[in-house]
């Protein structure tokens, strides 16, 4: 299906592990973004992609690292995980950025524990 | 920081009432935007209004802006138990080719 899909749904990782969430997109936006929601602080921009192989950093960059070798993907690396990281991720898509609408993925919990 | 910061925080009404939420922002912008949160779900677009409109219409819903203000309105008609959902504005932060999103509204729809 058309869309953007972000995997896993769900994932409790331990503290200090890497762990990967991956999100695609299968209309060709040239942007994609991913943001954090947490209770109190709303969505949080971590980072964000205006074209293959060009990234940027969001407002809250540390501890995660990001690639776009290719425009439908956009995975998100935890390089170490710690508790603060406990979140839901959100990714989302966008052909003109800011100046449209996003499209946003259902998300993924990820527990560090 | 947050760009935008909705008002109230929590709204419970009864079904056909209109809801109203109100979203306040810092700087200029070239557009804000709406947009509705199912519980566990993702945030789906429901409107953008640009800086040189000053009201919108989709369906039920209504978006004012005052950019003197730095103020937006969010206003859904005839509410229903299925408008029962969070609601973020976003702003761009003057062509901005990134969103900033409020704490959101969470709205409680009573059938």
């Known amino acids: 299906d058309a869309g953007i899909t972000q995997s896993p749904r769900y994932k409790i990782t331990e503290t200090g592990r890497q762990v990967t969430l991956m999100c695609h997109q299968t209309w060709s936006h040239s942007y994609m973004f991913w943001y954090r929601q947490d209770l109190g602080h709303g969505l949080r921009l971590i980072y964000y992609s205006a074209a293959a192989d060009i990234t940027d950093k969001g407002e809250v960059p540390d501890g995660y690292v990001v690639s776009r070798s290719k425009t439908e993907n956009f995975p998100l690396t935890l390089e170490s995980a710690t508790r603060s990281q406990t979140s839901v991720y959100f990714c989302?898509?966008?052909?003109?950025?800011?100046?449209?609408?996003?499209?946003f993925g259902s998300g993924t919990r990820l527990t560090v524990v | 920081s947050q760009q935008g910061e909705e008002d109230p925080q929590a709204l419970s009404i009864q079904e056909g009432e209109n809801a109203t939420m109100n979203c306040s922002y810092k700087?200029?912008?070239?557009?804000l935007q709406w947009y509705r949160q199912n519980s566990g779900r993702g945030l789906v677009h429901l409107i953008l209004i640009r800086s040189n409109e000053r009201e919108k219409h989709s369906g039920r819903l209504r978006v004012t802006l005052d950019t003197s203000k730095k103020s937006s309105s969010l206003l859904i008609t005839a509410s229903r138990a299925a408008d029962t959902a969070s609601y973020f504005c976003a702003t761009d932060r003057e062509y901005g080719n990134k969103l900033v999103f409020g704490a959101g509204t969470i709205l409680r729809v009573k059938s």
């Open positions: 700087t200029s912008i070239n557009n």
């Open positions: 989302a898509s966008s052909e003109s950025g800011g100046q449209g609408g996003y499209t």
